[in-house]
């Protein structure tokens, strides 16, 4: 689970417990995680360069940056629907502030839509992507996808300021 801490990735398998990372972790702090139910943990942050602000386990302790992609200003979202991840994060671009991924390692930007000025948060509902991030206007603030490759803007409501998405069960 990231954190704010030198160690910032920690792991524990009853919730109460947490041990330190063998090896990884973020430069400043960690910003999210996700699991994909049976072989890989990926987490994003402040890793201080675009490659490692994309980290990679299979076991939860010892964790390396992505092959390919990542974010210069840091990733702030993660997710995972059963086919493919999706990250969000501050990049410089609309089109590099959403990448996604189908291994975990090898990222890639999108196709269309995005936020100039990064993207926050990222869930997937069960048929459609959901991402929050700033991108000047508050219909642009909230974006859709069904692919994870093509977004678009929703048609009302939304942020003035910038959006987050906090998913739970």
Known sequence: FPSHDT?????????????????GGFLNEGKGVAWNGTDR??????GGTALTSIQTSTDGLNWSAAGTGGFASGG???????SQWIAVGSNGTALTSIQRSTDGLIWSPITS??????????????????AVG????????????????????????????VGHIVTGK
């Open 41 to 46: 943990w990926v987490a994003v942050g402040d």
């Open 134 to 161: 700033s991108n000047g206007t508050a219909l642009t603030s909230i974006q859709r996808s069904t692919d994870g490759s093509n977004w678009s803007a929703i048609t009302s409501g939304g942020f003035t300021i």
């Open 76 to 82: 702030r979202g993660v997710a995972w629907n059963g």
């Open 113 to 130: 839509g995005g936020f100039a000025s990064g993207g926050r948060g990222v869930a997937w509902n069960g048929s459609q992507w959901i």
């Open 7 to 23: 160690l910032n990735i920690q792991k524990s398998t009853d919730g109460t417990n947490w041990i330190n990372s063998i090896s």
